[in-house]
């Protein structure tokens, strides 16, 4: 009995040995028992929605980048909300090329260039935000024409002397503030200037600062502020910001202006501009180099040019000029965005904004942006994309 049950033992561990070896010889190709494999299921990557990027929202032009700001009236740019009430400087500065690079340029918001004497033209900036300027300058003299131009900025003139014969009636107003260099009868200096280097009396190193002009100011009692009837009004008309002034509506009578080469006018300096597509300004050049501001070394741009022929003459033998600033007869070009039409020009009072009409006869709108005026003789020319250009209004 024990040995029948033993057998049966045996038998059975057989058949279990011989059913796991047939599983073995499946993987290794030889016959025997199958086992279906079953291979686990590869899942499918997980595709990731696409991030939409958030737009990036644009600024509102209309909407002032901080609270408070406001449109300044010289530029239409945003100032801080008091800068409309603060009356800016006009600052006399040489154009000589040793006189270059100069100090505050970068705060002006319009820039004129007239000829003196001779063969040689002279500069004049209005400058605001010019309280904290370490250094203003080099300063030169003034001619009485540069003052009936400063004067509707309602500014503090800033100079350094000027032909007595000429420029003393003017300076000498009660109503004209002014702060000269050399003191004496053509103004006070209030203490206001500096030599750099200490002690020079050469040309083109006199300076002033925004430190020693506001107590050059106090001194003399000049009003910080704009006079009541000035205050509240924009100089210029601006075209909205979100809709530019891109000439493209005179048509025809656009003529185009990309390069702007004053050398007929001031054949000296050889004032130049070019302008720049990409940020829609002019880069304003001298004997042929980029006139830039002696701190920050950027080079002067311009969002409008004018260019405005005035009737002039020659007043003794030394040459010393006079300019017609009062006028309604005479015309002028003005460009912006590479382009330029023909204009008219009008000013019949000391304190009123020269005033520049297309040739329907309505006021021009001005780009937001520095201005750059050339105030030329009427005899001159100049050219725009290298044609030529001459002055038609009436002469006399």
């Given at each position: 009995?024990?040995?029948?049950?033993?057998?049966?033992?045996?038998?059975?561990?057989?058949?279990?040995?011989?059913?796991?070896?047939?599983?073995?010889?499946?993987?290794?190709?030889?016959?025997?028992?199958?086992?279906?494999?079953?291979?686990?299921?590869?899942?499918?990557?997980?595709?990731?929605?696409?991030?939409?990027?958030?737009?990036?929202?644009?600024?509102?032009?209309?909407?002032?980048?901080?609270?408070?700001?406001?449109?300044?009236?010289?530029?239409?740019?945003?100032v801080?909300?008091?800068?409309n009430?603060?009356?800016p400087?006009?600052?006399?500065?040489?154009?000589?090329?040793?006189?270059?690079?100069?100090?505050?340029?970068?705060?002006?918001?319009?820039?004129?260039?007239?000829?003196?004497?001779?063969?040689?033209?002279?500069?004049?900036?209005?400058?605001?935000?010019?309280?904290?300027?370490?250094?203003?300058?080099?300063?030169?003299?003034?001619?009485?024409?540069?003052?009936?131009?400063?004067?509707?900025?309602?500014?503090?003139?800033?100079?350094?002397?000027?032909?007595?014969?000429?420029?003393?009636?003017?300076?000498?107003?009660?109503?004209?503030?002014?702060l000269?260099?050399?003191?004496?009868?053509?103004?006070?200096?209030?203490?206001?200037?500096f030599?750099?280097?200490?002690?020079?009396?050469?040309?083109?190193?006199?300076?002033?600062?925004?430190?020693?002009?506001?107590?050059?100011?106090?001194?003399?009692?000049?009003?910080?502020?704009?006079?009541?009837?000035?205050?509240?009004?924009?100089?210029?008309?601006?075209a909205?910001?979100?809709?530019?002034?891109?000439?493209?509506?005179?048509?025809?009578?656009?003529?185009?202006?990309?390069?702007?080469?004053?050398?007929?006018?001031?054949?000296?300096?050889?004032?130049?501009?070019?302008?720049?597509?990409?940020?829609?300004?002019?880069?304003?050049?001298?004997?042929?180099?980029?006139?830039?501001?002696?701190?920050?070394?950027?080079?002067?741009?311009?969002?409008?040019i004018?260019?405005?022929?005035t009737?002039?003459?020659?007043?003794?033998?030394?040459?010393?000029?006079?300019?017609?600033?009062?006028?309604?007869?005479?015309?002028g070009?003005?460009i912006?965005?590479?382009?330029?039409?023909?204009?008219?020009?009008?000013?019949?009072?000391?304190?009123?904004?020269?005033?520049?009409?297309?040739?329907?006869?309505?006021?021009?709108?001005?780009?937001?942006g520095?201005?750059?005026?050339?105030?030329?003789?009427?005899?001159?020319?100049?050219?725009?994309?290298?044609?030529?250009?001459?002055?038609?209004?009436?002469?006399?």
């Amino acid at each position: 009995m024990k040995k029948a049950q033993l057998l049966a033992l045996g038998l059975l561990l057989a058949f279990t040995v011989a059913g796991c070896g047939a599983g073995k010889e499946e993987e290794s190709g030889r016959t025997g028992v199958v086992f279906e494999k079953v291979e686990a299921p590869v899942a499918a990557p997980v595709q990731e929605a696409p991030v939409e990027e958030e737009p990036e929202e644009e600024e509102d032009p209309d909407v002032p980048p901080r609270e408070g700001m406001v449109r300044d009236f010289f530029s239409n740019e945003w100032v801080e909300g008091d800068q409309n009430i603060k009356r800016p400087l006009a600052v006399m500065y040489p154009i000589n090329k040793e006189a270059q690079p100069q100090y505050g340029l970068d705060k002006v918001r319009v820039f004129y260039e007239i000829m003196e004497e001779g063969t040689m033209s002279r500069q004049m900036g209005i400058l605001e935000e010019w309280e904290d300027l370490n250094k203003i300058g080099n300063l030169r003299s003034i001619r009485d024409y540069f003052v009936y131009a400063a004067l509707e900025y309602d500014p503090i003139i800033i100079h350094y002397g000027g032909p007595e014969v000429y420029v003393k009636d003017i300076l000498t107003r009660s109503d004209v503030d002014n702060l000269n260099g050399v003191g004496g009868v053509m103004g006070p200096d209030g203490g206001a200037f500096f030599r750099d280097p200490p002690g020079s009396t050469s040309e083109h190193t006199a300076y002033t600062d925004g430190a020693r002009v506001t107590k050059g100011m106090e001194k003399l009692g000049f009003q910080a502020n704009h006079k009541e009837e000035y205050s509240g009004v924009p100089h210029f008309t601006f075209a909205p910001v979100k809709e530019p002034n891109t000439l493209e509506q005179y048509g025809s009578e656009t003529m185009s202006a990309e390069k702007i080469d004053m050398t007929g006018c001031y054949p000296v300096t050889k004032s130049a501009l070019s302008y720049h597509a990409d940020d829609g300004l002019y880069y304003k050049t001298l004997y042929g180099n980029p006139q830039v501001d002696a701190v920050s070394g950027e080079q002067l741009t311009f969002a409008n040019i004018i260019v405005q022929g005035t009737y002039w003459e020659k007043r003794d033998t030394n040459g010393y000029l006079a300019f017609r600033m009062h006028d309604t007869t005479h015309d002028g070009y003005y460009i912006t965005g590479g382009k330029m039409i023909h204009i008219t020009w009008k000013k019949t009072a000391d304190y009123e904004p020269t005033k520049y009409y297309d040739d329907n006869g309505e006021e021009i709108e001005l780009n937001t942006g520095r201005t750059m005026i050339f105030v030329a003789r009427d005899s001159d020319t100049f050219t725009a994309d290298g044609t030529e250009y001459t002055f038609k209004s009436e002469k006399h």
